[in-house]
């Protein structure tokens, strides 16, 4: 078996609401190996922007962590600022969704490129500068010659994500952890996107972590599945087991719900929705939607071991 | 089949005049001859990347923004032709349902009170009148009657947009307006509103023009498909038809864009390279000729004319797929 490149073990993550601590990624383990795409997929709520977050301790100090996180022998979670800023933005490096907004509106192209490579690699802006023209045409952006002068206002969604995964991959990161990096883009210019992406893991050899609401991108690019739902990792399994074989009834009744474009079929929404953050159920989260919940259900099933785990107490028989 | 909506040769062109400004005055075409006809209780999809003007052709329908060339007849009335008291009224027979519950509705007011505007507007019916029925289109859109009372705030976002929902039917409108309007819900949700816009639409027998950028939603939603490329409708047709069999290379590059949440339809991804350019600057002849992978010398000159085939499908397009 591989060695993984990163270990999250045990992770929860909790923030006082009216006095009271409530847990909003709620121990979740897993791993994520060397050249792989690892989507972790989830509705709104469900923990799967924060987990990304603590991948690099990008959290408001309100936030009590718990659990561990182990990056090259070494546990994220417990390292200081200081030892931080060395693997933020150049080990391990972060896209975001909307690149209008994550983009400084007052730098050029060129200079929030330079920017990282002159402060994790030592270049000098002129070294820099170069490199970031590189970088461009990494990301197929045509002109860059002409486009490192521009300013992100000036250049469609498409280019400005463009851009941003330049910047991410500037001090070519080991891990790069792309938080819904294609929702805000139309389908033609998310699959350029997405493709883009792909080339790049292989070509550079790295791992990318995507966050994503949407099934459909998750069967195009992953290589393995996190589901969450409501701060669980109710499943996770290598993707052609999850979509042949899905075993937690939240990822079946999930796959039920996305309408598809080859095909039209009976849509089975799941009733009821994700409870906020202080209403948790004791035991499964998922139970009061479920359709097989039953007594067991009261107290929180574990994760099963192996490569394909549920978390489910109605699964356990058959793992 | 009669037309409940016949939009005929619909066109608008938004301007700049100069003022304070240097640069010289512009114009931009966000709608070109558009004309397409809506039957009772059937529903229209219309698709396209954004800025493709489906929003403006939404707005244009309604006659919150006036079209510059074309008419829309509703029910045999020509609403481009009305005085504005005819139009108000002939207004809530379309109502329209928006994309994000959040900013729809008004934050400083109870449901209540929104579900009664359009009632007072229209009808003038007072708010202890309207009690009985704003608890009556509540009760249909599965909202507890409780809600009279609350603010949109004490909602999540799937429960908004049944208020929104609630809101354009009070009226018991005969189109429904839809702009994205499950864009904005998780999926899981999203088939929720899906289903009760279908079982209301079989209920009331009332039409939807549904507008969306989700083709996955189309399949499952609509009878009948627009799709729009800069300003110009490409391509129409029953849905089935036109998503398994397109004609036009940009239907084709959009339907297999659109990622299909089964690993047995793995694709490769990127297809369609280029992004939609400025409708400030169309491109000469065919709008989709820099993209198009069929294109041919005649796309450059001539725009081609939408032309129907057999089946109700049209498409506007040199070189069609086979």
Redesign the interface.
Known sequence: MTTPLMTVEDLSISFKIEDRWCRAVNGISFDILPNETLCIVG??GCGKSITAMSLMKLLPDTAQLGGKITFDGQDILSMKEKELEGIRGSRIAMIFQEPMTSLNPVLTVGEQIAEPLVLHKGMTWSDARREARNLLDLVRIPDAEQRLGQYPHEL????RQRVMIAIGLACRPEILIADEPTTAL???????V???L?DIRKEQGLSIVMIT?????????ADRVAVMYAGDLVETAP??DL??APSHPYTQ???K?????????E?????G?VPPIQLMPEGCRFAPRCLEAHDACEVAPELSPGPHAVRCWAREERV | MTGLLIVDGMGKTFGSKRFLSMKPAYSVTALRNVSFTIAKGETVGVVGESGCGKSTLARCVLDLITPTTGSVLFDGTDLTALDPASKRKMRGRIQMIFQDPYSSLNGKRTIGKTLAEPLYVHQGVKFKDALPRIHAVLDEVGMPRSAVDKYPHEFSGGQRQRIAIARALILEPDLIVADESVSALDVSVQAQVLLLLRRIQQERGLSYLFITHDLGVVRNFCDRVLVMYLGSIVESGPVGELLSNPKHPYTKSLRDAAPIPDVGKRQSLALLEGEIPSPANPPSGCAFHPRCPRASEICLREAPALQATYDQRSFACHNPED
């Open positions: 509705e709104s469609s969604g498409g280019m139309d389908v033609t210019i998310q699959a350029q997405l493709a883009l792909d609401h949407d099934l459909g991108v998750v069967a195009n690019v993707v052609a979509f042949t009744a999930l796959l719900t996305v309408p598809r474009a080859d095909e039209a079929f849509l089975l929404p799941i009733e929705q």
